[in-house]
């Protein structure tokens, strides 16, 4: 079981960090990704953390805005989102993926299994 937290309110320009927290288990066999899911659009993958070697992958909506990491104890990956943009708005989720790399870095949701309960991100301009 995952769970995401950090999400807010936040101007245009603003960061927030993202937490993906596992329960039970560590990320050390995993990827684990971010998606978001804005009103009206469909789900998004922005970011992947292979979590045993750090290799990260991001979708270009979000490429140099945004940094994925994971802690030490390998049960905590973070979404570090900086030059926060309206258009940014979105639920996001965490997610985890033991496929090859061929398939997660794809950042296709059917990819991935073990989905949070979101948490939202809200950006005003």
């Known amino acids: 079981q995952v769970a995401e937290s950090g999400g807010g309110l936040v101007q245009a320009g603003g960061s927030l960090r993202l937490s993906c927290t596992a329960t039970?288990?560590?990320?050390?066999?995993?990827?684990v990704g971010w998606f978001r899911r804005a009103p009206g659009k469909d789900q998004e993958g922005v970011a992947c953390?292979?979590?045993?070697?750090?290799?990260?992958y991001y979708s270009d909506s979000v490429k140099g805005r945004f940094t994925v990491s994971g802690d030490d104890a390998k049960t905590t990956v973070y979404l570090q989102m900086d030059g926060l943009k309206p258009e940014d708005t979105a639920v996001y989720y965490c997610?985890?993926?033991?496929?090859?790399?061929?398939?997660?870095?794809?950042?296709?949701?059917?990819?991935?299994?073990?989905w949070g309960q979101g948490t939202q991100v809200t950006v005003s301009s």
């Open positions: 953390l292979s979590v045993s070697d750090g290799d990260a």
């Open positions: 039970g288990f560590t990320f050390e066999d995993y990827a």
């Open positions: 997610a985890t993926s033991t496929r090859p790399w061929t398939y997660y870095r794809t950042l296709q949701p059917r990819y991935f299994g073990g």
